[in-house]
């Protein structure tokens, strides 16, 4: 028989304290009453977490005050806020070229971001986190707050990462990743880092503040450079069994697929190709420097016919990835996300036509908001709930300022 997790106080009292903290990060001031309604908690056990939290320094009690010429029977209502700035969380997007940090408040709210290159990819371990390190301490800079105010920090990074948050460096490129990042930064800061897939934390940031807001079954299909993809089934990322899940590697078996280059990779190769011969095209005006994806995407919407040749050739492509993914984990929607998100929507329309031909369950298809925030936005979130989980055992040693 599988062993279940008794219901002890103390796991029900940090149960609790994590749903109050959850709610009261996207509201604004309330009531024991809708913290009541917001988690099913009684009264008593309302009160009692919220004197708890507010003990901590995590939530304020504001000074009840009735309007003027307002009648109410009884003492009002007691009101409490969340302390946005009782510390602050840390959200990273480690890729082969660089890495990103963004500082965000207990509500989300951003308030510091720094990108710092690596010299090349294959740097050593030591490099890596330096930079990485480097970047982080720029976003905190920026954000004016200290070290000892970060009370989680999530990375995610271009290679699959299990439940445990462990690496899988099944491949060369993946071992890339496989850095030590987490005890790194423990010794030297004294951090709480979480690893995640990057794909996976941008499937957390589009159902958070993107595109998929209120949708349980969803794939994130990061973009860019390479395709990969985060999966949400019934509201549950999936990782499986050793964080292998929403790897696209099989894109190679699919017929007019055959790689896992993303859009701007493809774009960039196809532009040069057609630059190679004697195509008559605007691009050629991009050509010293090498055509970006970007550059296409505008010669397109001028009519430049190599340029479309090349955006009907993406959205074939998308058309097939998405039509693959969608008849194995049937989603409600798709979101391309990504840098090249910003560009791609003009895509959507030929791919909705492609799709019906190529699956029984097409799917919405949408373009993700974000932008290359999405995936610093996924490692906010994610660190924002290991906080709300954990805020009973975590100290508040160093609010902002």
Request: aromatic share 4%; with cysteine.
């Amino acid at each position: 028989m599988a062993e279940t997790t008794a219901a002890t106080p103390q796991l029900l009292r940090r149960v609790s304290a994590g749903a109050v903290l959850e709610f009261m990060r996207s509201a604004t001031v309330v009531t024991v009453t809708e913290v009541m309604e917001a988690t099913g908690l009684t009264r008593a056990t309302a009160i009692a977490v919220c004197e708890d939290l507010k003990d901590r320094g995590w939530i304020r009690e504001l000074e009840n005050q009735r309007a003027f010429g307002e009648y109410q029977k009884g003492r009002p209502a007691r009101r409490f806020e969340l302390n946005e700035r009782a510390g602050c969380v840390l959200g990273m997007d480690v890729g082969v070229s660089k890495a990103t940090v963004v500082v965000s408040d207990l509500r989300g709210n951003t308030l510091g971001r720094s990108s710092q290159p690596f010299a090349e990819a294959e740097i050593s371990a030591e490099e890596r986190i330096c930079v990485i390190d480097r970047a982080a301490q720029a976003a905190l800079d920026q954000a004016g707050a200290s070290p000892e105010a970060v009370l989680a920090a999530c990375a995610g990074i271009a290679a699959p990462v299990d439940r445990n948050g462990d690496v899988l460096a099944a491949q060369h490129f993946w071992g890339l990743f496989d850095v030590g990042l987490k005890s790194a930064l423990r010794d030297r800061r004294g951090w709480t880092v979480l690893l995640e897939n990057d794909a996976n934390l941008a499937a957390l940031g589009e159902r958070w503040q993107g595109a998929a807001a209120g949708i349980d079954d969803v794939v994130v299909i990061l973009a860019s450079e390479r395709f990969g993809a985060g999966v949400v089934d019934g509201g549950r990322l999936l990782h499986g069994s050793r964080g292998g899940a929403g790897e696209l590697a099989f894109l190679e078996h699919v017929h007019g697929v055959g790689d896992t280059y993303g859009i701007a990779s493809l774009a960039r190769t196809w532009a040069a190709e057609a630059l190679a011969g004697n195509a008559r095209t605007s691009l050629r005006a991009h050509a010293s420097g090498g055509v970006e994806a970007e550059q296409v995407f505008a010669a397109a919407a001028g009519g430049d016919g190599v340029a479309l040749d090349i955006l009907d050739r993406l959205a074939d492509r998308l058309a097939r990835i998405i039509g693959a993914v969608s008849t194995l984990l049937n989603p409600e929607l798709v979101v391309i996300g990504g840098a090249v998100a910003n560009s791609a929507g003009v895509l959507l329309e030929p791919i909705g036509r492609r799709l019906t031909e190529l699956t029984a369950t097409p799917p919405r298809v949408a373009v993700s908001p974000l932008g290359d925030s999405i995936v610093t936005v996924g490692a906010v979130r994610a660190a924002l709930d290991y906080v709300e989980r954990h805020s009973l055992d975590l100290a508040l040693a160093a609010p902002l300022s």
